[in-house]
């Protein structure tokens, strides 16, 4: 009796059967994702600004897949020509997001304001700017971000730079 053995490249649909041995899959060789799955992941989340949640929910697929994807772990020969793609039609390269896919856009006047309440806090009196979240809503960025530059993990130094000209009695803008 013959036995006939069927070579399966994994080259169906667009997958890689090294990605899924790569992703720790034993049974299965093909990824989850396709090329163009992944193309359109991209674009969802850099140009349209949809959620890893929602994303990872559409395509079936966990949310830690979807943040590698994103960020280029997986799939970096996607996620590079999508970049150049992006660069040669002349739009804009997606900017640092926080972890509800906002950009992050600090400016000048939120950066003194968020020094503002953190002296006013650790001088022990009523904060003259307002509660965090406050702050956060008037200058559009996101609260958990707001509390990232104050925690020091986000724009550290420019912060401190603010925070010691305001101690020093100037008006927090470092351009005077």
């Known amino acids: 009796m013959a036995v006939v053995l069927k070579f399966d490249t994994g080259r169906s649909k667009g997958r890689s059967p090294v990605a899924g041995r790569a992703n720790g899959r034993r049974g299965k060789l093909r990824a989850k994702l396709t090329k163009n799955d992944v193309r359109d992941i991209l674009v969802k989340y850099w140009e349209e600004c949809?959620?890893?949640?929602?994303?990872?929910?559409?395509?079936?697929?966990?949310?830690?897949?979807?943040?590698?994807?994103v960020q280029g772990h997986t799939w970096p020969l996607?996620?590079?020509?999508w970049r150049r793609e992006v660069k040669a039609e002349g739009r804009r390269l997606p900017e640092r997001r926080d972890m509800y896919?906002?950009?992050?856009?600090?400016?000048?006047?939120?950066?003194?304001?968020?020094?503002?309440?953190?002296?006013?806090?650790?001088?022990?009196?009523?904060?003259?700017?307002?509660?965090?979240?406050?702050?956060?809503?008037?200058?559009?960025?996101?609260?958990?971000?707001?509390?990232?530059?104050?925690?020091?993990?986000?724009h550290a130094t420019w912060f401190d730079a603010v925070y010691d000209d305001l101690e020093r009695g100037g008006s927090g803008r470092l351009d005077d």
């Open 50 to 69: 949809q959620t890893l949640r929602a994303l990872a929910r559409e395509y079936g697929v966990s949310t830690t897949t979807i943040y590698r994807t």
């Open 78 to 81: 996607e996620y590079l020509r």
């Open 101 to 154: 896919n906002q950009p992050v856009r600090f400016t000048e006047p939120c950066i003194v304001e968020l020094a503002r309440f953190e002296l006013a806090v650790n001088v022990g009196e009523p904060s003259p700017v307002g509660s965090v979240a406050e702050v956060a809503a008037r200058h559009g960025v996101s609260q958990s971000a707001a509390y990232r530059v104050l925690q020091g993990t986000l």
